[in-house]
């Protein structure tokens, strides 16, 4: 299918082969390949980070399907997501386009508007980029940049043994707008939501400057993969009870379990602290966050149901 190119392998199995090919380059000071972000401390107790993400036409979206002011907005929503989950503010970003022949200037213009409106909301720069020509379709590449406190820093492997794991927002629309695109209905609401995400910039900072929060990330392929990293990179385990999930209206469990593209917040807490940090939250968001597990010292993921454990496997949503 057009969104699940399979390769050889895995695009997780594909970054760690990368990754091993890489290895021996110096560091020059970065933290990198593993996190939403790769981090630079600056001093003066600041750091910058740094993430790319890429969107291109045929494997994340059907042109025919999403409007180019929506490309424009999702683009820079999803690199976003990735700075506001380290704990930072965005600051600026390159945009790097490859566009097909054919293309009017009207549509790199909504393009633009459906970009810099999320910018100028939240107020980033861009700084530079690239623009070439593409023999297959568009492709939208940005690479985005975040400043903040490096106290501030939530990294995906800092769970600890007791830590409470919320999600900061009913999960799986995501996932239930993308089957409504490919039935042919890109004008649901569901579809809106797909090519609308609402990354949490305000609330990744805010839960940022929390001591209380210990691994943070951004949800892009379901909880049931994305919760893997942080206990993989924590060397911890995790039960997580299933009817617990908050899923989003029009979804179903398994699309908030295994969807992926939600672009919402899996973090892990201090067990004594979570009552006032879910008060807390609620009180700045008007909505809540929601406790869905906890953090085990076994180096396993256990689902239930109803408390009991369940054999069930999950598998998160791969692009590739
Ligand atoms: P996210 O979903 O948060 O964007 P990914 O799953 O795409 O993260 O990537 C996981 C990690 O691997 C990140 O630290 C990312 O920067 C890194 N990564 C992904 N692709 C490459 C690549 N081609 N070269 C180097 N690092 C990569
Ligand atoms: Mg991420």
Redesign the pocket.
């Known amino acids: 299918m057009f969104h699940y190119l399979c390769l050889i392998m895995g695009?997780?199995e594909?970054?760690a082969q990368?990754?091993q090919l890489?290895q021996g380059l110096p560091t020059n000071g970065f933290e990198?390949?593993?996190?939403?972000?790769?981090v630079l401390e600056i001093g003066g107790g600041e750091a910058l980070v740094f993430?790319?993400?890429a969107l291109c036409e045929g494997v994340h979206f059907l042109r025919e399907a999403i409007s180019a002011r929506a490309l424009g907005d999702k683009a820079l929503a999803?690199n976003l997501s990735?700075v506001a989950?380290m704990g930072v503010r965005p600051v600026a970003v390159l945009l790097s386009l490859s566009l097909p022949e054919g293309l009017s200037a009207g549509w790199v213009e909504e393009l633009m508007e459906g970009f810099t409106a999320l910018a100028h909301r939240y107020d980033v720069a861009l700084i530079g980029g690239d623009t070439t020509r593409s023999h297959s379709g568009v492709v939208l590449n940005i690479t985005a940049i975040g400043r903040g406190k490096t106290s501030h820093l939530k990294r995906r492997n800092a769970a600890r043994e007791g830590d409470i794991v919320l999600v900061s927002d009913r999960l799986g629309a995501s996932s239930a707008g993308l089957r409504d695109v490919l039935q042919g209905n890109p004008h649901t609401q569901l579809a809106h939501i797909h090519h609308h995400p609402i990354a949490e910039i305000s609330a990744g900072q805010w839960l940022g400057a929390r001591a209380e929060v210990h691994a943070m990330?951004?949800l892009?392929?379901g909880v049931a993969s994305?919760l893997k990293?942080i206990l993989k990179a924590s060397a911890v385990g995790a039960e997580v009870e299933m009817c617990d999930i908050p899923v989003a209206e029009g979804a179903t469990l398994h699309d908030a379990l295994t969807g992926g593209e939600d672009y919402k917040l899996l973090l892990t807490v201090d067990q004594a602290m979570r009552e006032q940090l879910m008060r807390d939250f609620e009180a700045t968001f008007h909505r809540p966050l929601y406790p869905i597990g906890h953090i085990t010292a076994a180096k396993e993921l256990v689902w239930l149901e109803k408390g009991v454990p369940t054999t069930q496997d999950l598998v998160g949503f791969r692009h590739f």
Do not use: P
Request: glycine share 8%.
């Open positions: 695009e997780f594909l970054i990368i990754q890489a990198g390949i593993g996190d939403d972000c790769a993430t790319a993400d999803v990735d989950s990330m951004d892009s392929d994305d990293h």
